[in-house]
Structures are given as C-alpha cells and as structure tokens.
C-alpha cells in the first residue's frame, strides 16, 4: 500500500513555523558579508580543528563529481549507496538505523530514513555546532558511514569499501518538497517490494509516527 497524500502535521508533527525551510537560490543566497557566498572545493571543505571539518556559517558551494550546496539552518535529503552494489543484510542494516539515530539532537534533527539493502535515503537538519555555525554534511555523512563501514566489515569478515565515496545531498526547498521526499522515502520499501505498507519495514523511521523507538537499539559509535 502506497502512501500517496498526508499533512506535514500527521508526517512530523511540524507546523510551517519550526520546519526551518528557507528558500535557496543563487541570487538570495548571499549574506551581508562582501563575498555574498563561499566557494570551495573538496580539499578545502576541511578545516585543520580538533574535528577537520568545518562549520557552515554562510551559503557555500563545492563539487567532487556531484555539486554540493551548503546553507546554515536548511534541511536536506541525502542518499548514498554501497560499494558495486554490495546487498546489506539484515544485521548490517540495524548497525546503519543505529548509527544514523545515534547523533539525533546531537548533531542534526532527523525527519525521516530508510535503509535499503543497497542504499540509504536521509532527511535531517543539522544542528548548531558552534554560535551561527552548522555541522556540515561532510562531518555528518563521515561519523554514520565510517563506523558503519568498519562495524560492517566486522560483522561479515570482509574487507574494503562499504560505501562510494560521495553522496547526493540536496536543500529541500519548501513544504511542498519535504513532503515529496517524505512520500519517496516512505514508498521506497513499498514499491520495491520489501514490505506491503512502510509500516511494516523494519528499516524505516518518519519522526513521530513509524519507528518511533527505534533509538532504543542503537550502538554507540564515536563521536
């Protein structure tokens, strides 16, 4: 059974006042400091802190083989997948819904995700991590798939890539966009006939309303 329509209330429990979107283009992206935006590249996406990776404190853009847009306080679905389409069994993916619940409140607010047996699809907002600067993608996306792919490898005795390396990350834009990803993500376990309702994929988590105990089987990775 498909989920085709629900109010943004029913899906997380937010009104239009604490979702966080904020419209995202290159022409209102600038702030008020002269450069208006930041450009960077892989390389210097990092900084040489205790953590190496640095906050987002104004609209930036960089690309590996993918562009990646960055903007403070925004809200972003984000997918990656494994290496040569490698097939996560069950146990790998309760060690990837741990993980990803694992920094909730602590680095991001997480709406919603799911884990397939060959990718993952997130959507989260990231937190303060110093006054007036987020955590990045980068850090985010580095602490789930690091512990994960080394938690992974040990539990199946194998060696190499868990992941490919980049990820596909997009700001969600408004309402109406949150909802047409919250829609994919419930769907995805449906349509490829892994479940007959999202409800019943144990690898599914939508804020407030499936799985909403999931935290309670985390590991804990390092911070």
């Not at 400091?33 to 590249?41: A, D, K, L, P, Y």
């Amino acid at each position: 059974m498909l989920i085709t329509d629900f109010s943004l209330n029913e899906a997380s429990g937010k009104d239009s006042g604490s979702t966080g979107f904020q419209p995202v283009n290159a022409a209102n992206a600038k702030n008020s400091s002269n450069t208006g935006f930041q450009i960077v590249n892989d390389t210097t996406a990092k900084e040489t802190g205790n953590t190496g990776f640095q906050p987002v404190n104004e609209f930036r853009i960089y690309k590996r083989n993918l562009p990646h847009w960055e903007w403070p306080g925004s809200v972003y679905f984000i997918t990656f997948r494994t290496a040569m389409d490698f097939i996560l069994p069950e146990k790998a993916r309760d060690i990837v819904s741990g993980s990803i619940t694992f920094n909730v409140n602590r680095k991001y607010h997480l709406y919603a995700f799911v884990v397939m047996p060959d990718h993952v699809h997130i959507i989260l907002q990231p937190l303060e991590k110093i006054k007036k600067a987020f955590y990045s993608l980068a850090e985010i996306m580095h602490s789930i798939k690091s512990f994960t792919a080394n938690q992974i490898n040990k539990l199946l005795n194998r060696k190499g890539p868990l992941w490919l390396d980049e990820n596909f990350d997009r700001i969600i834009r408004d309402e109406g966009e949150f909802l047409e990803k919250l829609h994919y993500v419930l769907n995805n376990p449906v349509k490829s006939g892994f479940a007959e309702k999202p409800q019943d994929y144990k690898w599914l988590y939508v804020e407030g309303w499936i799985n909403v105990k999931l935290q309670a089987r985390t590991p804990v990775p390092p911070k």
